[in-house]
């Protein structure tokens, strides 16, 4: 039997005998349209990842009723658009490991995908346990064109409404290399509501992404390598925009990126105001000084909007970074030491809001705690979050 076949059915069998030992209060077989899912859940909220790709798909709260997914559903897409649904784990939230961004040719022909290999490729799930209130699933997936292991462990503590996410990426080789890293988390309709849905984040200084030179046909509504003030982006059109929500009518596709040093944590939320919904994410910016905005915006359909924080301010080409090493004095890539490990941790929360909650001014952790503040109505939300941090 070929290598890569016996790799495959290795991890289908590790795969299957570990459903068959998971136990049911925490961790249960799924599928997310017709794809095999597993589902992790407390009390509070459902997660849907993909075992193929590892993605997180769906997440939903238990006690609403209309099972809104903030999530952007690609394979949705697909169907709406009458295509078949897409191979691999490109949808909802997904990592891009190791690379961010297009391939060069010769990565291509050598069989290196975009956006890195792990959302191409099957994970292994190596541990489903509960311990007290706290379930925890941990994956990993081998990434054979760069040689590196990558591993992530999901934790969900009963009684609360965030979501622990720990990745750690070991290198197999005995040289120093950069690498690119993001966490491409992406929201999508019907959660993604022409203007009505708004997208929030901590202080950061803000560039729009160049398109002059792509030489794509894409329609851009803002210029080009233009720094600007947060959420008052430049348009063609001259003048400013207000980018928390998308416009309505659209069509566009822009990328903006966001340095997020200014603290030790940085965060991203979405808001729909009339669902009372809020999804956010609060991540080290040690681990992701970066954040990417991707704002597609056609005229009909399903929108998609990314918050992906990681080690780049664009989804670029690896030469394409390294070779340019910094913007705004900061590294667009992460160094993975010789036959070391690299570690990113990040929070994710899902939760009703008050009546008038408008938007998230400022997150902090204090104890055991999420404060989650928005000075527009002078309201705030508390959120148990007991795990290290």
Known sequence: MPRALT???????????????APPDHLADGDFHGQP??????????????PFGGAMASLVLKEDASKTNPMWDAFQADIEAGKPIRQGGSVGHFVCVDGFGPVSR?????????????????????????????????QAVQLP????????????VDGENVIYVRSKLESLLAFDRPICWAEHATIGSPFLERGVTVVDMSNNRALTRPHNKTGRPLKHRLTSEEEFEWPMAPTLK????????????SDSLDHTGHLMTSREHAFVTALHPEKRLLLGYVFKTAESPW???????PAEGMMARGLEFGTQAFDLSRRTVVTAGKLFDELLY?????????????LMFWTRTPEGFAGVSDIEITGKKLQIRDKRS??????DASQPF
């Open 334 to 346: 992460r160094w993975l030491p010789a036959k070391e490990t690299v570690e990113t941790t990040f």
């Open 37 to 50: 899912a597993l589902v992790l859940s407390n009390d509070k909220l459902e997660l849907k990842v993909l």
């Open 106 to 138: 010769k990565e291509s022909a050598a069989g290196l995908p975009g956006h890195g290999e792990a959302h191409t490729l099957p994970w292994v799930t190596r541990e489903s346990s509960k311990q007290g209130r706290v379930a925890r699933l941990t």
């Open 7 to 21: 790799l495959v059915c290795t991890l289908a069998l590790s795969f299957a005998a570990t459903l068959v030992a």
């Open 291 to 297: 954040l990417q905005t991707w704002e597609h915006y």
């Open 145 to 156: 064109s760069v040689h590196e292991l990558l591993s992530r462990t999901i934790e969900m």
């Open 378 to 383: 002078g309201k705030s939300i508390t959120l």
């Open 238 to 249: 001259g003048g400013k925009v207000d980018l928390r929500a998308a416009p309505n009518p």
